[in-house]
C-alpha cells in the first residue's frame, strides 16, 4: 500500500488531488471504503463508498478528523496509535463506525503510509471493509450450535417445572379462597402470582427459542400487539415500580405480522429495561413511521432510563446465553432478534452508561410471508 511518488509537505487536499488524481479516480471504483488523511489525521479524500456508506457528502468529511468515522470508540488514546503503526509497518482491527444519522456498522480497517521521493512518510490510507454480514454469518453459526445442545433438553425441563408450576398455582388459589386474606397477606399472594407468571414466561421463551415456530402472519394492529406485549410484562413493571409511558399514532397501522410472537418480542425489551432499573424508572415506548428508499418502517422504540450498557457489551447482548447481570440465562434479546428475523425486521441497541438504553424493533410496511 506505499507510495513513493507524492510532493513534498506540506500537504493539502488540493495538492494530493493534482498529484494522485488517477490514483483517486481508480480508488472512486474500488468496492471497498478507502480514505486519505494526513500524518495527523486530518482527512484529505473518501471515495463514494465511504460516503455511500456512511450517508456524507464529501464536503463534511475532507479537513475533518478522522475519528468522525467511529467516534466515540475512536478514541484519543487509539487514534495516535493507529497513526503511529501505520508509519512503521501499517495497523489493522476491527472498530465499530458510525453513519451520519447515528447508526452504527461493524468495519475491519486496514492503515499503512503513503511516502514522498525520499521514502519520508507523508499521508495515511484508510482501507475499510462493512463485515456486517460476515457478524451475522458469524452469530448465525454460534446460535446454532448453542441451539443443538439447548434443543435436547428444552422441551423435557420445559415439561417438568410446568407440572409443579401448575400444583403451586392450584394451591395458591385454594389459600386464597380458604378465607378472607388481610392485606399483607394479599399483597404476598399478589407477589407470588407475578413470580409464576414470570418463571412462566421465562419457559416460553426457552422452549420457543429452542424450537422457534413459524409465524402465523395475517393483518395485526400494530398498536394492538405492542400493548399486547406491554401488558404481558406488567408483573414485572409493578414489582419494580417502573413508570409506562406510551406515544402512539392516531391512527393504528396494520402490518401483516404475527401477534403472538410480536408482542413477545416487544415485553421481553421492557422485561430487560426493568431488570436493570432501580425502582421507580421510566420507560417510554413511541411508535412511529419511517420513510425510506427501499421501503416504508415502522418503529418501536422502546428507551429507560436505567444504567445503560458499557460499550464492549453492546454488540454482545443479542448473543445467545449472554446475559449483563450474571443471573439470567440471556436468551431474552436474543429471542427478540430471531423473531424480528423471521419478520423480516432488525432490532437495534443504543445505550449511554449512566443514562439508558433505546432498543428499537423495525418491521417493514409491507412484509413478505416469511
Given at each position: 500500500?506505499?507510495?513513493s511518488f507524492l510532493p513534498d509537505p506540506p500537504l493539502?487536499?488540493?495538492?494530493?488531488?493534482?498529484?494522485?488524481?488517477?490514483?483517486?479516480?481508480?480508488?472512486?471504483?474500488?468496492?471497498?471504503?478507502?480514505?486519505?488523511?494526513?500524518?495527523?489525521?486530518?482527512?484529505?479524500?473518501?471515495?463514494?463508498?465511504?460516503?455511500?456508506?456512511?450517508?456524507?457528502?464529501?464536503?463534511?468529511?475532507?479537513?475533518?478528523?478522522?475519528?468522525?468515522?467511529?467516534?466515540?470508540?475512536?478514541?484519543?488514546?487509539?487514534?495516535?496509535?493507529?497513526?503511529?503503526?501505520?508509519?512503521?509497518?501499517?495497523?489493522?482491527?476491527?472498530?465499530?463506525g458510525y453513519r451520519r444519522d447515528g447508526l452504527s456498522?461493524?468495519?475491519?480497517?486496514?492503515?499503512?503510509?503513503?511516502?514522498?521521493?525520499?521514502?519520508?512518510?507523508?499521508?495515511?490510507?484508510?482501507?475499510?471493509?462493512?463485515?456486517?454480514?460476515?457478524?451475522?454469518?458469524?452469530?448465525?453459526?454460534?446460535?446454532?450450535?448453542?441451539?443443538?445442545?439447548?434443543?435436547?433438553?428444552?422441551?423435557?425441563?420445559?415439561?417438568?417445572?410446568?407440572?409443579?408450576?401448575?400444583?403451586?398455582?392450584?394451591?395458591?388459589?385454594?389459600?386464597?379462597?380458604?378465607?378472607?386474606?388481610?392485606?399483607?397477606?394479599?399483597?404476598?399472594?399478589?407477589?407470588?402470582?407475578?413470580?409464576?407468571?414470570?418463571?412462566?414466561?421465562?419457559?416460553?421463551?426457552?422452549?420457543?427459542?429452542?424450537?422457534?415456530?413459524?409465524?402465523?402472519?395475517?393483518?395485526?394492529?400494530?398498536?394492538?400487539?405492542?400493548?399486547?406485549?406491554?401488558?404481558?410484562?406488567?408483573?414485572?413493571?409493578?414489582?419494580?415500580?417502573?413508570?409506562?409511558?406510551?406515544?402512539?399514532?392516531?391512527?393504528?397501522?396494520?402490518?401483516?405480522?404475527?401477534?403472538?410472537?410480536?408482542?413477545?418480542?416487544?415485553?421481553?425489551?421492557?422485561?430487560?429495561?426493568?431488570?436493570?432499573?432501580?425502582?421507580?424508572?421510566?420507560?417510554?415506548?413511541?411508535?412511529?413511521?419511517?420513510?425510506?428508499?427501499?421501503?416504508?418502517?415502522?418503529?418501536?422504540?422502546?428507551?429507560?432510563?436505567?444504567?445503560?450498557?458499557?460499550?464492549?457489551?453492546?454488540?454482545?447482548?443479542?448473543?445467545?446465553?449472554?446475559?449483563t447481570t450474571g443471573h439470567q440465562l440471556g436468551l431474552?434479546?436474543?429471542?427478540?432478534?430471531?423473531?424480528?428475523?423471521?419478520?423480516?425486521?432488525?432490532?437495534?441497541?443504543?445505550?449511554?452508561?449512566?443514562?439508558?438504553?433505546?432498543?428499537?424493533?423495525?418491521?417493514?410496511?409491507?412484509?413478505?410471508?416469511?
Amino acid at each position: 500500500m506505499e507510495n513513493s511518488f507524492l510532493p513534498d509537505p506540506p500537504l493539502t487536499a488540493e495538492s494530493l488531488t493534482d498529484h494522485v488524481g488517477e490514483l483517486f479516480q481508480a480508488m472512486e471504483a474500488v468496492p471497498i471504503g478507502v480514505a486519505v488523511t494526513d500524518l495527523a489525521g486530518r482527512v484529505l479524500f473518501v471515495n463514494q463508498r465511504i460516503l455511500k456508506s456512511l450517508g456524507y457528502r464529501r464536503e463534511e468529511l475532507v479537513g475533518q478528523n478522522v475519528a468522525i468515522f467511529s467516534r466515540p470508540t475512536l478514541d484519543a488514546a487509539l487514534l495516535p496509535r493507529i497513526l503511529a503503526q501505520s508509519l512503521e509497518g501499517g495497523w489493522k482491527g476491527e472498530l465499530t463506525g458510525y453513519r451520519r444519522d447515528g447508526l452504527s456498522l461493524p468495519v475491519f480497517l486496514e492503515t499503512n503510509a503513503m511516502r514522498n521521493r525520499d521514502g519520508e512518510p507523508i499521508a495515511v490510507v484508510w482501507v475499510a471493509r462493512d463485515i456486517t454480514e460476515q457478524r451475522a454469518f458469524q452469530r448465525r453459526l454460534v446460535a446454532e450450535g448453542k441451539l443443538g445442545t439447548l434443543g435436547l433438553i428444552a422441551h423435557n425441563m420445559a415439561h417438568e417445572i410446568r407440572n409443579h408450576l401448575s400444583a403451586i398455582k392450584l394451591s395458591l388459589y385454594m389459600l386464597e379462597k380458604s378465607g378472607e386474606p388481610d392485606p399483607d397477606q394479599a399483597l404476598h399472594f399478589s407477589i407470588a402470582r407475578e413470580e409464576l407468571n414470570r418463571i412462566e414466561l421465562f419457559l416460553r421463551t426457552l422452549v420457543n427459542y429452542a424450537k422457534p415456530p413459524k409465524p402465523r402472519v395475517e393483518p395485526v394492529d400494530l398498536v394492538e400487539a405492542v400493548n399486547q406485549g406491554l401488558e404481558d410484562a406488567r408483573p414485572i413493571l409493578n414489582l419494580k415500580s417502573v413508570a409506562l409511558f406510551r406515544q402512539f399514532p392516531p391512527q393504528p397501522p396494520h402490518l401483516r405480522l404475527d401477534r403472538g410472537q410480536f408482542a413477545q418480542a416487544v415485553s421481553q425489551v421492557v422485561q430487560n429495561a426493568s431488570e436493570a432499573m432501580e425502582h421507580k424508572g421510566e420507560i417510554h415506548v413511541v411508535l412511529k413511521r419511517q420513510p425510506g428508499e427501499d421501503g416504508a418502517w415502522w418503529l418501536v422504540e422502546i428507551r429507560d432510563n436505567g444504567p445503560g450498557i458499557a460499550p464492549h457489551l453492546q454488540e454482545r447482548v443479542f448473543e445467545p446465553f449472554f446475559s449483563t447481570t450474571g443471573h439470567q440465562l440471556g436468551l431474552g434479546l436474543s429471542n427478540v432478534r430471531r423473531i424480528m428475523d423471521l419478520h423480516g425486521g432488525t432490532v437495534s441497541l443504543d445505550s449511554i452508561p449512566g443514562r439508558g438504553t433505546v432498543v428499537v424493533l423495525r418491521i417493514p410496511e409491507t412484509a413478505e410471508e416469511p
